[in-house]
C-alpha cells in the first residue's frame, strides 16, 4: 500500500490567490512526521515545512501552512499569495518511528504547480 | 557554506560500466541517504547510513553499494551499471542529537546519470 499519495500531479493557480496541495498518508505509528519540499525546474530540494503527529498546532511557516487532519490522515500545504516563483514540483514526505537511527522518509509522487499571471 | 555537496553532476556509462557517486556533508549530521529519482515514481531512498559505521537498505538497493567512508562522506557505488539505473541520484544527509529524527533532510543538488 502506497504510504504517501499525492493525487493531484498538476495544478494551475493564479498570481496572489491561495493554492492547496493534498496530501495523504498511511501508517499505524503513532509516532510520525510529515515533511514539505519544494523542487523547481533547476532541480534542488528544498524543505518547507514541518509537522508532528503529536503537534496540537498546525505548522505554518511564511506563506506555507500545513492543513494538518490527523483523522482523515491528511496534511495538505496551503500556499497563500502564490508568486511565480512557487511553480514547482512538490513532494509530501512522511517519517516514522525511525528504527536503527536515521531519520528515512518516504515521498509521494509529487504535485507540479504552475503559477499563472 | 556548502551543505551537502554530490559529485559529479551529470555522468554517462555504457551498460556493465562501474562507477562512484560522491556525498559530503559539513554540517556535522550523523545520518546520511541516498535516493534516487524517476519522473512519476518521486524520490525512492536506495541505502543510508544512520551513523558512521553503520549502514542498511532503503527501498531499492539492488545493484548497487555504498560505503560511509567517514562521517563526512557517503558514497553510492554502482558496480555495473544497467539502463533502469538510469536517473537522478540525490544524496542528503540529516541532524544530530536531540529529537534529530524530525529535522529535516538536507540535499545535494543531484546527480543525472545516463546509462546506455
Known amino acids: 500500500a502506497q504510504k504517501i499519495t499525492q493525487t493531484q500531479p498538476g495544478m494551475f493557480v493564479q498570481e496572489k490567490e491561495a493554492v492547496t496541495l493534498d496530501c495523504t498518508y498511511d501508517?499505524?505509528?503513532?509516532?510520525?512526521?510529515l515533511f514539505w519540499y519544494k523542487q523547481p525546474s533547476s532541480g534542488e530540494m528544498i524543505f518547507l515545512i514541518y509537522?508532528?503527529?503529536?503537534?496540537?498546532q498546525n505548522a505554518t511557516e511564511g506563506r506555507y501552512s500545513l492543513n494538518f487532519q490527523k483523522a482523515r490522515k491528511s496534511a495538505n500545504l496551503v500556499i497563500s499569495a502564490s508568486q511565480l516563483g512557487d511553480s514547482a514540483m512538490y513532494f509530501c514526505?512522511?517519517?516514522?518511528?525511525?528504527?536503527?537511527?536515521?531519520?528515512?522518509?518516504?515521498f509521494g509522487t509529487g504535485t507540479q504547480l504552475k503559477v499563472e499571471l | 557554506n556548502a551543505g551537502v555537496t554530490q559529485t559529479p553532476k551529470f555522468q554517462v556509462l555504457k551498460t556493465g560500466q562501474s562507477m562512484t557517486l560522491q556525498c559530503a556533508q559539513d554540517?556535522?549530521?550523523?545520518?546520511m541517504y541516498w535516493y534516487r529519482q524517476d519522473p512519476g515514481m518521486g524520490l525512492r531512498l536506495i541505502y543510508y547510513?544512520?551513523?558512521?559505521?553503520?549502514?542498511d537498505k532503503g527501498e531499492v538497493p539492488n545493484g548497487y553499494n555504498v560505503s560511509r567512508l567517514n562521517k563526512r562522506e557517503f558514497s553510492l557505488r554502482l558496480e555495473s551499471a544497467a539502463p533502469s539505473q538510469t536517473s537522478v541520484y540525490f544524496c542528503?544527509?540529516?541532524?544530530?542529537?536531540?529529537?534529530?529524527?524530525?529535522?529535516?533532510?538536507?540535499f545535494g543538488n543531484g546527480t543525472r546519470l545516463t546509462v546506455t
Open positions: 542528503a544527509s540529516s541532524g544530530t542529537g536531540g529529537a534529530s529524527y524530525n529535522s529535516p533532510l538536507h
Open positions: 501508517t499505524s505509528d503513532p509516532s510520525y512526521g
Open positions: 509537522q508532528g503527529s503529536y503537534d496540537q
Open positions: 514526505a512522511m517519517r516514522e518511528t525511525p528504527t536503527g537511527g536515521g531519520n528515512k522518509l518516504t
Open positions: 554540517m556535522n549530521h550523523n545520518s
Open positions: 547510513s544512520a551513523s558512521e559505521g553503520t549502514t
